[in-house]
């Protein structure tokens, strides 16, 4: 059975940071790709990064790029979103993810239960 456990998030003030982390169960990165997926109040949901190890291959969406860093420890079956720089359109609840990642894109077909991040102005 797949299962995807977020820890990690918070209220931080803008221009903080935070560590979502995700664990992942009943499969391995071989198999899928792991990301992170966001819903913000009134929102549709958004892909917001992901990473498959195995091809190296890595997603960000423009408004998180240079701001957050994906990676995965595969031994450990773990995955981890760094955020930086965060803005309050930022606030959304995360999901961890596992799917199929593409440069241009992450399309998710397990979810965990999701983990809010608040960020105030």
């Known amino acids: 059975e797949v299962q995807l456990v977020e820890s990690g998030g918070g209220l931080v003030q803008a221009g903080g940071s935070l560590r979502l982390s995700c664990a992942a169960s009943?499969?391995?990165?071989?198999?899928?790709?792991v990301g992170w997926f966001r819903r913000a109040p009134g929102k549709e949901r958004e892909a917001v990064s992901c990473?498959?190890?195995?091809?190296?291959?890595?997603y960000y969406v423009d408004s998180v790029k240079g701001r957050f860093t994906i990676s995965s420890d595969n031994a450990k079956n773990t995955m981890s979103l760094q955020m930086n720089s965060l803005k309050p359109e930022d606030t959304a609840v995360y999901y961890c993810?596992?799917?199929?990642?593409?440069?241009?894109?992450?399309?998710?077909?397990?979810w965990g239960q999701g983990t809010q991040v608040t960020v105030s102005s």
């Open positions: 990473i498959h190890s195995k091809d190296g291959v890595t």
């Open positions: 009943g499969f391995t990165f071989d198999d899928y790709a």
């Open positions: 993810v596992a799917g199929r990642c593409a440069p241009w894109g992450f399309t998710g077909g397990y």
